[in-house]
Each structure stands twice: as C-alpha cells, then as structure tokens.
C-alpha cells in the first residue's frame, strides 16, 4: 500500500465531520449516502469507481477496518460500517456524532 493512499485516507477521514468512500453504480452506496445527507450537506465523498486510485483506496480500507465491500461510512473519525450500519442510526444519533 502505498503512503500517498494511506495519507489521503487518513486525512480525508481526519478533516470532514462526514465521510463516505462509495461506488456510482452501488445501491446501497446510494441508500447511505440519501440517508446522510438528510442531516449534513457537508459529506466527503470518495466514488471509487471514478478514480484511478480507487482499487488502492478500497484496499487501504479493508486492511484498516476488514470491511471489503462498499460504502464505507465515517462519522466524526469512527467508522460506522456500510449501508445497513448507518441506517440502524437516527437522524438525532448521527447528527450527535457529527456534532461531537
């Protein structure tokens, strides 16, 4: 793995209160990403199929949290899970951990 994936990762999920690494074409990227954005237009988001790195970064991630499939979802620098993670959340839990 390179440093500049690990880098970007880590920044990325560093910096933004909201972030989500997901595909165009996936419909439970969709679904996580509509549910998030009911709370917070400020989101991150990584569409790995529409980079070059893509593959490199969805790699990266599993190795960090073993989940090898798509979406992955951070809150406030905590990984949340995928599509069916988040939606077990409310709307005042994630906004709770936006705001933390």
Not at 1 to 17: F, G, P
Not at 31 to 47: G, M, N, V
Request: proline share 2%; aromatic share 8%; hydrophobic share 35%.
């Amino acid at each position: 793995m390179s440093a500049e994936i690990k880098q970007l990762v880590d920044k990325t999920i560093k910096e933004n209160k909201a972030v989500v690494f997901s595909k165009t074409y996936c419909p439970y990227c969709k679904r996580a990403k509509s549910y998030l954005q009911e709370d917070t237009s400020d989101i991150a988001i990584f569409e790995l199929d529409e980079r070059d790195d893509g593959s490199a970064i969805q790699a990266y991630l599993k190795e960090i949290n073993g989940q090898g499939t798509v979406p992955h979802v951070y809150l406030n620098q905590e990984f949340i899970g995928g599509s069916s993670d988040l939606l077990k959340l409310s709307h005042d839990q994630i906004k709770q951990k936006i705001s933390a």
